[in-house]
C-alpha cells in the first residue's frame, strides 16, 4: 500500500475490483482500467458470493438453485478474464462475509486502490448495496472510488476520464488525507483542480468578520498544493456555505467535475451508523453523477 502525502505523487500498483456483474460494476470496470493502464497496476477482480443470497433461495431447491448460480458466477467472471487481455490481472471467486473477504485480499495482494460500483439491483446482482458499499470505503485503509446509482456510467458511448476534479474538505484527518490524492491525481491526469470548503454555519461565531474568515480558509485550500504543483496547475478555490453534501453535489454540477475526492471519516459500526443519519460522504457517493474517491483517515 503506497501513503501519499501532499509533496509525493502516489503509486498504484494493486486494484482491487469487487464486482456484482451489475451495470454499475461493469461502469465502475472502465474506471479500474483507466487507473490500471495510467499506474501499469493490476487489477484483482473478484466476485463474493454472501451468505445472505444463499439464504434468499427456497431450501427445498437449495441444491440445484446454488449449483446453477455458481456455473453463472464461472462464467461471468470468465468473460470478465477476456476483457482484461492485454491488462494485468487476477480473478478470484470467493464465498463469505463481504468485508471479511475483501479485508483478507487487501492484505494479501498488498491493494493500493478498491473500485466498486453500487446500484439498487437485487438477486445475483445484490452484492454491493448501500450500507455494504459505505462499509467498504469507510473500512478500508485505502481509497476507495465508488461508481454510484446516478453516476453517468462510463463505456462505449462515455469515456472514462478524470479531466476536472473536485475536491471537497473541512479540514479534517480525513480530508488532509485525502488532500494528496487529489492533488496527485490531478497531476497525473493534467486536470482541472477545483478545492472547495463549505460552511455550514454562516450565521454562527463566523457572522462576525465573515470575509476576513473566508479569506483564512482561502489560504489553508491554496495550501494544499504545493508550490511545485503551480508548474502544472492553478487550482480554482471555492468557499461557499450551505449543507456540505448539497453543495458539494451542486459545486460537481456547474463544474462538471469527472470526479470527486473527499475524506471518509473512520467509524467504528459504519453499518448501523448508516441507519440513524446520512453522513455526507455516503450521501454524495449516492448521489453524485461522476465518480466518487473516499479516503480514510
Same mark, same amino acid.
Request: aromatic content about 8%; glycine content about 6%.
Given at each position: 500500500?503506497?501513503?501519499?502525502? *501532499?509533496?509525493?505523487? @502516489?503509486?498504484?500498483?494493486?486494484?482491487?475490483? *469487487?464486482?456484482?456483474?451489475?451495470?454499475?460494476?461493469?461502469?465502475?470496470?472502465?474506471?479500474?482500467?483507466?487507473?490500471?493502464?495510467?499506474?501499469?497496476?493490476? @487489477?484483482?477482480?473478484?466476485?463474493?458470493?454472501?451468505?445472505?443470497?444463499?439464504?434468499?433461495?427456497?431450501?427445498?431447491?437449495?441444491?440445484?438453485?446454488?449449483?446453477?448460480?455458481?456455473?453463472?458466477?464461472?462464467?461471468?467472471?470468465?468473460?470478465?478474464?477476456?476483457?482484461?487481455?492485454?491488462?494485468?490481472?487476477?480473478?478470484?471467486?470467493?464465498?463469505? *462475509?463481504?468485508?471479511?473477504?475483501?479485508?483478507?485480499?487487501?492484505?494479501?495482494?498488498? @491493494?493500493?486502490?478498491?473500485?466498486?460500483?453500487?446500484?439498487?439491483?437485487?438477486?445475483?446482482?445484490?452484492?454491493?448495496?448501500?450500507?455494504?458499499?459505505?462499509?467498504?470505503?469507510?473500512?478500508?485503509?485505502?481509497?476507495?472510488?465508488?461508481?454510484?446509482?446516478?453516476?453517468?456510467?462510463?463505456?462505449?458511448?462515455?469515456?472514462?476520464?478524470?479531466?476536472?476534479?473536485?475536491?471537497?474538505?473541512?479540514?479534517?484527518?480525513?480530508?488532509?488525507?485525502?488532500?494528496?490524492?487529489?492533488?496527485?491525481?490531478?497531476?497525473?491526469?493534467?486536470?482541472?483542480?477545483?478545492?472547495?470548503?463549505?460552511?455550514?454555519?454562516?450565521?454562527?461565531?463566523?457572522?462576525?468578520?465573515?470575509?476576513?474568515?473566508?479569506?483564512?480558509?482561502?489560504?489553508?485550500?491554496?495550501?494544499?498544493?504545493?508550490?511545485?504543483?503551480?508548474?502544472?496547475?492553478?487550482?480554482?478555490?471555492?468557499?461557499?456555505?450551505?449543507?456540505?453534501?448539497?453543495? @458539494?453535489?451542486?459545486?460537481?454540477?456547474?463544474?462538471?467535475?469527472?470526479?470527486?475526492?473527499?475524506?471518509?471519516?473512520?467509524?467504528?459500526?459504519?453499518?448501523?451508523?448508516?441507519?440513524?443519519?446520512?453522513?455526507?460522504?455516503?450521501?454524495?457517493?449516492?448521489?453524485?453523477?461522476?465518480?466518487?474517491?473516499?479516503?480514510?483517515?
Amino acid at each position: 500500500m503506497t501513503i501519499a502525502s *501532499p509533496t509525493t505523487r @502516489i503509486g498504484v500498483k494493486n486494484i482491487l475490483f *469487487p464486482t456484482d456483474f451489475s451495470s454499475q460494476s461493469d461502469a465502475a470496470f472502465e474506471y479500474a482500467k483507466l487507473l490500471a493502464r495510467r499506474y501499469d497496476a493490476t @487489477i484483482h477482480a473478484v466476485h463474493v458470493v454472501t451468505p445472505e443470497l444463499y439464504g434468499a433461495l427456497p431450501a427445498e431447491a437449495l441444491s440445484a438453485a446454488v449449483a446453477s448460480m455458481r456455473r453463472e458466477v464461472h462464467e461471468r467472471m470468465d468473460g470478465l478474464h477476456r476483457q482484461m487481455q492485454g491488462l494485468q490481472h487476477a480473478t478470484f471467486i470467493s464465498e463469505g *462475509p463481504l468485508w471479511e473477504v475483501l479485508y483478507l485480499l487487501i492484505g494479501k495482494h498488498d @491493494i493500493d486502490f478498491v473500485v466498486l460500483g453500487t446500484s439498487a439491483r437485487t438477486g445475483l446482482e445484490r452484492m454491493l448495496l448501500g450500507s455494504a458499499a459505505e462499509e467498504i470505503f469507510r473500512r478500508a485503509e485505502v481509497p476507495v472510488l465508488t461508481v454510484g446509482p446516478h453516476a453517468y456510467p462510463a463505456g462505449k458511448n462515455r469515456e472514462a476520464k478524470f479531466e476536472r476534479i473536485l475536491f471537497a474538505t473541512d479540514f479534517s484527518a480525513a480530508s488532509d488525507a485525502a488532500a494528496a490524492y487529489a492533488v496527485s491525481l490531478a497531476q497525473e491526469y493534467q486536470s482541472h483542480l477545483t478545492l472547495l470548503h463549505v460552511i455550514e454555519d454562516p450565521k454562527g461565531e463566523f457572522a462576525v468578520d465573515y470575509a476576513r474568515v473566508v479569506a483564512y480558509l482561502g489560504e489553508k485550500l491554496r495550501a494544499l498544493v504545493p508550490r511545485e504543483a503551480e508548474l502544472w496547475c492553478e487550482p480554482e478555490i471555492v468557499i461557499v456555505c450551505g449543507k456540505p453534501a448539497d453543495r @458539494i453535489l451542486a459545486a460537481q454540477t456547474d463544474r462538471g467535475s469527472d470526479l470527486i475526492v473527499l475524506g471518509a471519516r473512520k467509524t467504528e459500526h459504519p453499518v448501523t451508523a448508516t441507519h440513524f443519519r446520512w453522513p455526507t460522504a455516503a450521501h454524495v457517493v449516492h448521489d453524485a453523477t461522476c465518480p466518487v474517491v473516499t479516503v480514510r483517515e
